[in-house]
T-cell receptor, first 114, second 113 residues
Framework: DTGVSQDPRHKITKRGQNVTFRCDPISEHNRLYWYRQTLGQGPEFLTYFQNEAQLEKSRLLSDRFSAERPKGSFSTLEIQRTEQGDSAMYLC????????????FGPGTRLTVL | EDQVTQSPEALRLQEGESSSLNCSYTVSGLRGLFWYRQDPGKGPEFLFTLYSAGEEKEKERLKATLTKKESFLHITAPKPEDSATYLCAVQPTNAGNNRKLIWGLGTSLAVNP
């Protein structure tokens, strides 16, 4: 399967703990996006990478959130000192860039903060 | 302000009962409009991209159309497996290099056998 993959699919953690999620985009897609989605809402933009460069980060994103894409391939999203309000589905999407603007999503990581 | 509104919020159909979902948008300029399907607990699945008024795209029982102010997703003779949330997203011409999408809240479709 050559689609976007995310790991883990589910994560349950206690408030105050740190969590890290991984996203493997479709190979050769140079654009990578992280979104957060809660029930009944559309995806909320978090951050965007073009190759290894993080070009935009949502102003809604607190300093507890950080993302990397060290070699322009896979990406990680870390949340430090988790809060109950961080509970959501975290989605990763990739896009081919010049060949098209469609974003292809992974299955998501469901985070529950107790 | 750029905005996307989807209606209805929820729709229940009998199997075989055709209907349409609406996505109205307000943007200074449209680069593209995207339709996605999302099943519970999963990521959105790409369906269509529309770029200009009058454009139509089809896939199985789904057909998407675009005007200057709205898009419709027509579902012909739906089956229970078409039950999902359908999301619309718009990419403005001023989206910048990140090609950011503006999302609607979706229409939750249930098709009864």
């Amino acid at each position: 399967d050559t689609g976007v993959s995310q790991d883990p699919r589910h994560k349950i953690t206690k408030r105050g703990q740190n969590v890290t999620f991984r996203c493997d985009p479709i190979s050769e897609h140079n654009r990578l996006y992280w979104y957060r989605q809660t029930l009944g809402q559309g995806p909320e933009f978090l951050t965007y990478f073009q190759n290894e460069a993080q070009l935009e980060k949502s102003r809604l994103l607190s300093d507890r959130f950080s993302a990397e894409r060290p070699k322009g391939s896979f990406s990680t999203l870390e949340i430090q000192r988790t809060e109950q309000g961080d509970s959501a589905m975290y989605l990763c999407a990739s896009s081919p860039g010049f060949d098209g603007d469609e974003q292809f999503f992974g299955p998501g990581t469901r985070l529950t903060v107790l | 302000e750029d905005q996307v509104t989807q209606s209805p919020e929820a729709l229940r159909l009998q199997e075989g009962e055709s209907s349409s979902l609406n996505c109205s948008y307000t943007v200074s300029g449209l680069r593209g409009l995207f339709w996605y399907r999302q099943d519970p607990g999963k990521g959105p699945e790409f369906l269509f991209t529309l770029y200009s008024a009058g454009e139509e795209k089809e896939k199985e029982r789904l057909k998407a159309t675009l005007t200057k102010k709205e898009s419709f997703l027509h579902i012909t003779a739906p089956k229970p497996e078409d039950s999902a949330t359908y999301l619309c997203a718009v990419q403005p011409t001023n989206a910048g290099n990140n090609r950011k999408l503006i999302w609607g809240l979706g229409t939750s479709l249930a098709v009864n056998p």
